[in-house]
Each structure stands twice: as C-alpha cells, then as structure tokens.
C-alpha cells in the first residue's frame, strides 16, 4: 500500500520559484521503491506528465514546457521526492499531483497511486 501527499504548492508571480514536496508512505515491511511522476492539470484540460524519475533517482525525464526550468529529486531516506520549478509561468498554473508506479513510465496509465494534489497559481 503506497500513500503519496503533496505539499508546497500556492501563488506566486511570475518569475519566481516554488518547491513542491511528494511524501511517499509504505505501510509494509518490505523494503521497496518506485518510480514516481509529476503530473499537471490545467483549468479546464486533462493531465499531463511534468516531470518522471526512477527508483533511485538516476534517470529523470522532463516535458519541454518544463525542461531547463523544472528539476525532479528524491531523498529516498526521507521517503521525499521533490519538484523544484523556476522561473515560473502564468501557464504553469494547475494542479499538481505526484504519482507512484512499478515502472519508469510517463504514461500515466502505469501510474496506480496518486497524491491528492495541490493548486500552484501564477500571476502575471
């Protein structure tokens, strides 16, 4: 059972940076770790991949609208993956999810746990 919550989404203006955070929970003994993705959706359009990386944070795949100013980590110590984004854009704003999968996959069909999500506005 995986558990994935999304923290550090909010307003900001144009230009500036916002840090999201995927806290990812294992209600297990088993040691195990996914791949996880960024996914967005913007008001009114269905989602779309943002950001992927693997299980061990060696293999990371951006969309261009994103690639150059978008950057994807993990901590897996701190069961943590991250989605640094900078210098942001007023069509940047969506909802942001996270999402775990048993594969390094930007379709979002292999994606079977998904966060809740959080809303990331940009002002012009």
């Known amino acids: 059972q995986v558990r994935l919550v999304e923290s550090g989404g909010g307003w900001a203006q144009a230009g500036a940076s916002l840090r999201l955070s995927c806290a990812v929970s294992i209600s297990s003994g088993n040691s195990r770790t996914f791949a996880v993705g960024w996914f967005r959706r913007p008001p009114g359009k269905d989602p779309e991949l943002v950001a992927i990386?693997?299980?061990?944070?060696?293999?990371?795949f951006y969309s261009d609208s994103v690639k150059g100013r978008f950057t994807i980590s993990r901590d897996n110590s701190k069961n943590t993956v991250y989605l640094q984004m900078n210098s942001l854009k007023p069509e940047d704003t969506a909802v942001y999810y996270c999402?775990?999968?048993?594969?390094?996959?930007?379709?979002?069909?292999?994606?079977?746990?998904w966060g809740q999500g959080t809303q990331v506005t940009v002002s012009s």
């Open positions: 990386i693997n299980r061990n944070g060696e293999r990371t």
């Open positions: 999402a775990a999968s048993d594969y390094y996959s930007g379709d979002l069909r292999n994606y079977d746990n």
